[in-house]
């Protein structure tokens, strides 16, 4: 069964610090892993998409690594601000359809002061 | 700015009332979805057009339909809206391939 794994569940930092959030996938066969940031109440928005050969990836302060070995993705998250505090998902696309996507349940990240 | 629009945020119906939630892209995909997002579980597909008058089931269309009659309008349908449907319903459009998804902002339906 295709399935994605994120962990933590949930995770606080202080404002500042860095954070990294995992991903693991059983998804096959592999066409692209993508990381979306969800707002309490709003819709996802992406962050990044890496394909099979990509490793890194960076927007701004994140970055998201990919090791299609081992199936295992994280984001890296850097000098956090209180605006990162969100859902992230983790989502893994099936090759050959734009339809087959998993999702993974999310890591709930709250920045404090 | 590319936008996926949804009709409403909220919506409040009743048992048995026809829900219908509407999404509109302005990107000329030709690729749109919808999903429903429950706690605990990630976004489910419902339903699926990759092009006019085109549609796929999704992981769980029961209870639903959908209705694609122009390229940027994707429609989904409660027809008989029961309890069991109270979630965050998400729209989204694709272009395809690699390129990515543009969610709409969500619409929070309660049935009651």
């Not at chain 1, 606080?12 to 969800?38: A, D, H, M």
């Not at chain 2, 029961?62 to 029961?82: D, H, M, T, W």
């Amino acid at each position: 069964k295709n399935q994605v794994e994120q962990s933590p569940q949930s995770l606080i930092i202080l404002e500042g610090k860095n954070c990294t959030l995992q991903c693991n996938y059983t998804v096959s066969p592999f066409s692209n892993l993508r990381w979306y940031k969800q707002d309490t109440g709003r819709g996802p928005v992406s962050l990044t998409i890496m394909t099979f050969s990509e490793n890194t990836k960076s927007n701004g302060r994140y970055t998201a690594t990919l090791d299609a070995d081992t199936k295992q993705s994280s984001l890296h998250i850097t000098a956090s601000q209180l605006s990162d505090s969100a859902s992230y998902i983790c989502v893994v696309s099936l090759t050959g359809t734009a339809s087959k996507l998993t999702f993974g349940t999310g890591t709930r990240l709250q920045v404090t002061l | 700015d590319v936008k996926v629009t949804q009709s409403s945020r909220y919506l409040v119906k009743r048992t048995g009332e026809k829900v219908f939630l509407e999404c509109v892209q302005d990107m000329d995909h030709e690729n749109m979805f919808w999903y429903r997002q429950d706690p605990g579980l990630g976004l489910r597909l419902i339903y699926f057009s990759y092009d006019v008058k085109m549609k796929e089931k999704g992981d769980i269309p029961e209870g639903y339909s959908v209705s694609r009659e122009k390229k940027e309008r994707f429609s989904l349908i409660l027809e008989s809206a029961s309890t069991n449907q109270t979630s965050m319903y998400l729209c989204a459009s694709s272009r395809g391939g690699n390129y990515g998804y543009t969610f709409g902002s969500g619409t929070r339906l309660t049935v009651v």
